[in-house]
Every structure is written in structure tokens, then in C-alpha cells.
């Protein structure tokens, strides 16, 4: 399982990537492979939305599963990435890059300092595992 080291991740298996105080958010290569093949997807947030820390952006169905995507950060939706509506296989493809889902700009950057490190999600994910 990769988890790229630039990046933080919450216990709900979303990642985060901040550049400036614009944070891209999608769902983790574990939650991706936790799900299987993803069959639809739907936005819950539109751009200009104020949303909460934890509170549901994307629902996804998958073969196997729904799982609702939560936000790890608070703030303003600035972006959808529109593309995965017709393209929501590069999530189990492609989880880190053309998959990114929401975009926030963050209105408590504070909220960063509580997610994990790559090292802590991966400790986490295999903790999960035994």
C-alpha cells in the first residue's frame, strides 16, 4: 500500500494535501482497496459551500460497498474535481493523483495538526489488518 510522504491522512482514510491555505482532499489508497472497483460516484458539497471537519463531501458505491467521504479539515469548497463523474474508476487507479476530489480552502489550519503522518497511517492501516 503507497502512501505518499507529502501528504496527511485522517482515521476515516481520506488524504490531504495543503499548498498555501488551499487543501486537496480524496480517499486513500487502503480506502480505495477496501471498497473494490468504485461504480458511482456523488458530490455532496458545491464551490462556495462552508463545510465542517468530518462532515460528508462525496458518497461513493463501489461493488462491494456506500461509503460516504468526510472532510479531515474545515473551510470553503473551491473545486470539485468534475471529472471523476465520468471517470470514477481513477479512484482505484489513480488515488493520490487524478482522483483528488474536493478542494478547500481552509478556514482552521490548525485541524492539519491532528491528522497523521504517512509512517502513522501506514502503522495504522496495518494495525487494522491483524
Same mark, same amino acid.
Given at each position: 500500500?503507497?502512501? @505518499?510522504?507529502?501528504? +496527511?491522512?485522517?482515521?476515516?482514510?481520506?488524504? $490531504? +494535501?495543503?499548498? #498555501?491555505? %488551499? &487543501? %486537496? !482532499?480524496?480517499?486513500?489508497? =487502503?480506502?480505495? /482497496?477496501?471498497? /473494490?472497483? !468504485? $461504480? =458511482?460516484?456523488?458530490?455532496? $458539497?458545491? @464551490?462556495?459551500?462552508? !463545510? +465542517? +471537519? #468530518? &462532515? /460528508? !463531501?462525496?458518497?461513493?458505491?463501489?461493488v462491494k460497498a456506500a461509503a460516504d467521504v468526510s472532510s479531515p479539515v474545515s473551510g470553503r469548497v473551491v473545486a470539485l474535481n468534475d471529472s471523476l463523474s465520468d471517470e470514477f474508476e481513477s479512484i482505484n487507479t489513480d488515488p493520490f493523483g487524478k482522483a483528488w476530489m474536493v478542494k478547500v480552502e481552509l478556514s482552521d489550519p490548525s485541524e492539519m495538526d491532528g491528522l497523521m503522518s504517512a509512517d502513522e497511517y501506514s502503522a495504522f492501516c496495518d494495525d487494522r489488518e491483524h
Open positions: 500500500m503507497k502512501n @505518499p510522504q507529502d501528504l +496527511k491522512y485522517a482515521k476515516t482514510d481520506e488524504w $490531504v +494535501k495543503v499548498e #498555501g491555505n %488551499t &487543501a %486537496t !482532499i480524496g480517499v486513500s489508497d =487502503y480506502a480505495q /482497496s477496501q471498497l /473494490s472497483d !468504485i $461504480v =458511482y460516484l456523488e458530490f455532496l $458539497v458545491e @464551490p462556495d459551500d462552508e !463545510i +465542517k +471537519k #468530518g &462532515a /460528508s !463531501i462525496v458518497t461513493l458505491e463501489s
